[in-house]
DNA sequence: TATGAATGAGCCTTCATTCAT
DNA sequence: CATGAATGAAGGCTCATTCAT
């Protein structure tokens, strides 16, 4: 593809330091090249700006991971009423060996698009994605036996799904840790998300009759 | 008690404005005090710095928010194994009213404490609150029959738990939606994770026998 | 004279302090006033500007160190060719007690115009005092047997001679102390000063020879 | 060795001047760089701090100095009692012209660093200079038949002696002038300070007797 | 390709002084 | 007599960016 020079290879070891330890903006350009033994002038060569030296260092990995994250929310869109909880599970849990690979792979650059990116565009990545995939479940919601949750708290609740597998993903966690809490957060939120609708469901029905 | 001049109030307001805009850190001074009217120099007559701005806009409200966040830990914490799930969730739904009202009251206060305040003292405001309640239950996760939850799962658990309480508190809504959304939430998570206790507890029978 | 208020004693009280702590550059009038418990709006009611306070607290003072230290030079001047070294220190050292007494009631005040001065029109009162009593002192030079040293020379060490003369004034030492101080200096400069002398006229005749 | 751009000159030339005039602390960075003809940006490409500015004006200049005042202190600690006062002072006279020779050629910079380095590492260069040597001359003392004089009062004859020195350096004068100078207040506090302790001795052993 | 000189706007903070009340 | 609100200039310093070479 497109050809990373020493320099360029250099600059981005640097900027990736720089990001991780000050955040985006806060990192200075200055100390970024300097470190990474060159001078603005070459930066400036390969580079047209701070933000695309950041968008250079994480647009792979953020593309990866936003596939990633549709699967996962795929899974919960097979979700079907009258399926046993079990085997819905095993599907979801099936992915998460793949997705903990990639997380252990990418998970500096992850670090950086999830909590390193304030003044990007990948500033609240995260908010986005979740809002992409609720508004492609949310038609599926009644079929999935969730029609009495609230859609906006169902979004609150998603939110709060991912940012717990972000956190996960940032963590300092080895493969195994990962799968096994991804795992745990699953149950917890499938199970807790059931209830409170059926809870809602006949809460709705009592007030029909 | 303390009397704030109309200078200090068109300053609060401006700050309030640019704080919420930009956040601490980038919010400018200049520009704050420009837009309330006045040069610098009238700003630093009455307050000894732009941390000492953020933290009058603030202070009372933190304040507030403490005792009221460790309210609701203290419902978590009457928890008892043995007694009825809705009887426990009664204890924590009684102090809800209370609660939104608060959150209406400060709304934007919180906003800034919660969500715009890096760079101030503010700053993980959230995490430590998380860390303190957490600390402070741990030892009743047993009794609570959540024994068999890793402690640090948990702890990503109860951090998503107030995350979203804090979302729902920093969202734009009116004091009846926040009730019945955190009266969801608090479903969905007690749920939740008292049944994936009660799977691990059972993997751990399994393995013994 | 002029009568002072209690505002402007607590004022001078709170300048002395902070122009001793900081010198007068340095030293803030906003905390200056604050310290006294007033506003800059009082001290301007008094006086019209920071040099005008700094001015206050010392001019007094200043015009007793003048004054006495004329005399010492006076005592110097009475130096006559022929007499007893011996008799003529007993001169100047006649007055010790007085000057020790002079230092001591007023060594604050001292301290500000020989060392804290900087940037008042007190700035190089050391020097200028040296300058003035030098001058007058210089036609007496031959006279007192020091002709054959050069005129700066002897200024240097002039200069020289006050400063340590200033430095024992504006030091720790209790009256006794200074006295004996100042006799031992005082042997020291004057036997210099005349050992140099009879040099430099015994090289002067080698020379006409 | 380090090469000094032309840019990098005219600061210099412009701060050594500023400095010159106003002391470190007193001049303005901002004037000192638009005297040169440049922006604050240009100057921070340079230098990291004002002080650094200084800092490269003189830390050559102030390490010949340390050197050059310590074989002054060599030539004193030679001293041995019961050698011929002139013999040692030839061993001082003689190390004076090289002395001026360094005065001569770094007058400016020997400037900044005795008399207007105020804010800087530099200040209280001269008082370290006494403190040090005086202190290892202390156990001399005795030796060199001082030992009546009292400690406190040499170190004060001593500041003069240097403060002296320095003056001379820092005055307008060629080298002849500042060997001959350097010369006469050796010998005015050589003999001074030998007859103060002769006088000393004398005293104590009346007491004794 | 890479340098490095230079910009200019911006940052937060300090200060002596003025003046209406 | 004293307040306290407000000014305005100055302080040292940082930074992303430009551009001739």
Redesign the interface.
């Known amino acids: 593809m497109a050809e990373v020079t020493a320099t360029q290879q250099a600059i981005l070891a640097s900027a990736r330091r720089h990001f991780m330890e000050h955040g985006f903006?806060?990192a200075s350009l200055n100390r970024i090249v300097a470190d990474a033994g060159f001078t603005k002038g070459a930066f400036y060569g390969y580079y047209a700006s701070k933000e695309e030296l950041f968008d250079a260092l994480v647009a792979q990995t953020s593309q990866g991971l936003a596939k990633v994250m549709g699967n996962i929310t795929a899974g919960w869109a097979g979700y079907q009423v009258g399926e046993q909880a079990e085997h819905l599970d095993e599907a979801f849990f099936a992915q998460l060996p793949e997705l903990a690979d990639f997380i252990v792979a990418h998970r500096d650059d992850l670090r950086l698009i999830l909590t390193h990116s304030?003044g990007t565009r990948y500033e609240g990545f995260l908010e986005s994605l979740v809002e992409n995939n609720t508004q492609r479940i949310e038609p599926m919601l009644a079929r999935m036996g969730l029609g009495g949750?609230?859609p906006?708290?169902y979004r609150?609740?998603m939110?709060?799904?991912y940012?717990?597998l972000v956190?996960?993903a940032t963590g300092d966690y080895a493969k195994d840790q990962i799968v096994?809490?991804m795992r745990?957060?699953q149950?917890?939120?499938?199970?807790?998300?059931l209830?409170?609708a059926q809870?809602?469901q006949g809460a709705q029905e009592q007030e029909r009759s």
Chains 1, 2, 3, 4 share one sequence.
């Open positions: 903006k806060s304030e949750v609230d906006d708290t609150l609740l939110t709060a799904y940012g717990t956190r996960i096994a809490k745990d957060v149950i917890v939120f499938q199970t807790g998300i209830a409170l809870r809602r």
